[in-house]
């Protein structure tokens, strides 16, 4: 019988370790638990004065793009006038170069012979005109 003894006297020492054990995790548990609450108490409160920081600047940000936008499409609008402003220069420069290829046949000597006679005829016609009136 006294072995049996011996052996519940064991298996309580045994049982009172596991227990010690167990009660110094879940204080360490319950410790780290506390300083985990602490942590986030912290940071809760950070939170709380960075939050409307936070959302003054989402508000700029989102007026800046809003700027940002409308300058985009001003200078667009610049681009496209800058590009009907080239094909109007296009179009002029195709226009003179044609007048001047057909200005060559109008410069030969027989049409400024032609020309010089047109002009003294209505200086001759202007002259009389004068001297009627």
Do not use: C
């Not at 989402?58 to 300058?71: A, F, N, P, W």
């Not at 200078?75 to 200005?103: M, P």
Request: glycine share 4%.
């Amino acid at each position: 019988m006294d072995f049996v003894y011996i052996g519940v006297f064991i298996f309580a020492l045994a049982f009172a370790l596991v227990v010690i054990y167990a009660s110094l995790a879940l204080k360490r548990a319950a410790n780290t638990m506390e300083s985990l609450s602490e942590t986030l108490d912290e940071v809760e409160k950070k939170m709380h004065t960075i939050t409307p920081e936070l959302r003054t600047t989402v508000k700029e940000t989102g007026k800046t793009v809003d700027d940002l936008q409308d300058k985009i499409n001003a200078v667009d609008n610049l681009f496209v006038t800058l590009e009907n402003l080239g094909a109007s220069v296009n179009k002029g420069s195709q226009y003179l170069n044609e007048q001047t290829e057909n200005a060559s046949t109008y410069t030969s000597p027989k049409n400024r012979f032609r020309a010089m006679e047109t002009l003294k005829w209505a200086d001759v016609v202007y002259k009389l005109y004068k001297k009627v009136k």
